[in-house]
């Protein structure tokens, strides 16, 4: 089972080193190794640590924090149709931003609203699950999708009342793109540190995949496991949200992809889920800036066009 | 770091050189204010520049620093000369690597058209960048001179921005006196879209003795629906098309005879492209929509 991680860790590796190599200017092993030496050109220097860099940071904590927050919904909702954004969270991220935008401010206050709104959809969907009644995964499915479809609404209400100068700057950040991320931290550290946090809980993940009677029966909390669970997810959809704006795909199928290929086994899941989401986007990023350059792809398209017919095989063989 | 060394000597050189000759300085600097407010000064004139707009292609032209154009976003199609250049993708999406590759001393942007993260990391880099986004005929000129100054074109620049300036202010006597006609400018069929006063598509219609019957709405470019047209029934209809050759866009309008503009066979279209850049071709589409109105009170 270490093997398998092992393996998919020396693949992050891999697809890291692709996108520090390759770019629409061709940068040389030698210039490369002379840059990794310290030396090299000034406009060697800045293409591969000023812009590839940073990029493939921000796209593979991006990445690792959807397909964890994904794997962490799938398990808590027990729906196999769950992402991290079935519950409204990047719908509030986003009316967030969009509000700094229409106020005109700066692109680090902008971030900070997306978070806020995210975490304020995170607080609503809780309160209102909650409720006075007793609480069940769908119920708060439910809640989840009928708010999330409100905050489609105001989405949508904003673009259409927004002066049209403003709008292209709001539906850049609705289609989200790692070009756009300004710096590639939050991502890499949120991701790090909520893998450690999650590792312990693994075992009762597993136990509460079965069901909540069952993991009742064999001592698990549940009802503080699934919360914790629930505030994680959202803190790290919150984070990657913020990055990159709503990046759609990864978080649903790179969880189901490697269900597929290693089992259902969450200690395991997990930090797959974390390498395999940061290497589906760094290299789908890589190339949706490099397939037809000068022209950038919409780093969306290259996720869907690359992991769909993978999951698509993945399921056929399965049978 | 090695840049850093090279700045700080060029700095303390530079010091040296204002404080030995006082009067140099002025000429070494080349200062001009953005669309944004922003103060852009630089050593010398811009010899590598990059445009991040098609609009801002055609300025930089007119400004007389087109052989200075290193590489355009897409949809640069004018001047002819524009198509040769390289490209550097999108104004939505710009090729970084390439952009930084071609080590420009000047990146004309859009202010609302390019993504502010990119602009903000070619600053970052320390990349001079210029905002432009003209909103006026005098934006215009203003914009052409403040162009020419950085790139050290101003004989030409000053000339174009003149020549705009002095054809503007002909047009706008030639039309002065001419009967008013309610007109509606429709920017887009589906959904249903026009212009403000406010908008320079606004000012050109009022130039050439044109009533936008929504020029007092709130927004630029605002929403409308079928009805209020209906309602405000105008004398005329245009709309922008590919060089201005007649397309479908307008025959939704042709189910209501009794609509003013339909009866009177009013309906116009103009070529879009000289209409919606804020550059010199707006004396162009100045010219032809005045014509098409013309022609339009000729058939009241």
Known sequence: ?319 | MVSRGLNFRFALGLLIAILAHPISASEMQRCAVDDTGKKLCISAPAQRVITLSPGATELVFAAGAGDKVMAVVNYSDYPPAALELPLIGSHTRVDMEALLALNPDLVVTWVTGNPPAQVELLQELGVSTFAIEPRTFAGVSSVIERLATLAGTEPEGFAEAERFRVGIAALTQQYAGVEPIPVFYQVWEKPLMTVNNEHLIGKVLKLCGGVNVFGDMQRLIPRISAEVVLQADPDAILTGSVDGVSDDQLDEWKKYAGLAAVEKNNLFFVPASPISRPTPRLLDAIQTVCGKLESARENL
Do not use: C
Not at chain 1, 260 to 276: H, K, T
């Open chain 1, 1 to 319: 089972m270490t093997r398998s991680l092992l393996g998919l860790g020396m693949l992050a590796l891999a697809s890291m080193a692709f996108a520090l190599a390759l770019g629409s200017v061709t940068v040389s092993p030698a210039d490369l190794w002379q840059v990794i030496q310290g030396e090299g050109s000034t406009l060697h220097r800045t293409l591969l640590l000023d812009l590839r860099l940073p990029r493939t940071l921000a796209a593979f904590g991006t990445g690792g924090l959807l397909a964890v927050a994904g794997a962490l919904m799938q398990v808590l909702l027990r729906n196999p149709l769950a992402d991290p954004y079935v519950l409204g969270l990047s719908g509030g991220a986003a009316v967030g931003a969009l509000l700094a935008m229409l106020m005109g401010m700066g692109t680090l206050i902008i971030s900070g609203s997306a978070f806020a709104g995210a975490m304020l959809a995170t607080v609503l969907v809780f309160g209102l699950a909650h409720g006075t009644g007793s609480w069940t995964p769908s119920r708060l499915l439910l809640t989840g999708v009928v708010v999330a479809a409100g905050w489609g609404a105001v989405i949508t209400l904003m673009l259409a009342i927004t002066p049209s100068y403003k709008l292209p700057g709001m539906l850049y950040w609705l289609m989200g793109d790692v070009s756009y991320a300004r710096s590639p931290w939050p991502a890499v550290v949120v991701l790090a540190v909520s893998v450690v946090v999650i590792m312990p809980l693994a075992r009762n993940l597993n136990v509460l995949a079965r069901g909540p009677m069952q993991a009742a029966a064999l001592g698990v909390s549940v009802r503080p496991l699934e919360w914790t669970i629930y505030v994680l997810a959202s803190l790290l959809t919150a984070t990657a949200v913020t990055t990159a704006g709503s990046i759609g795909f990864v978080g649903l199928i790179v969880p189901h992809m490697l269900r597929l290929i290693l089992g259902n086994d969450q200690r395991i899941i997990l930090p797959a889920s974390a390498l395999a989401g940061g290497t589906l986007l760094v290299l789908a990023d890589t190339l949706a800036r490099t397939m037809i350059a000068p022209e950038q792809l919409p780093v969306g398209v290259i996720t869907a066009l690359l992991g769909v017919p993978t999951f698509l095989y993945l399921l056929h063989r399965s049978r």
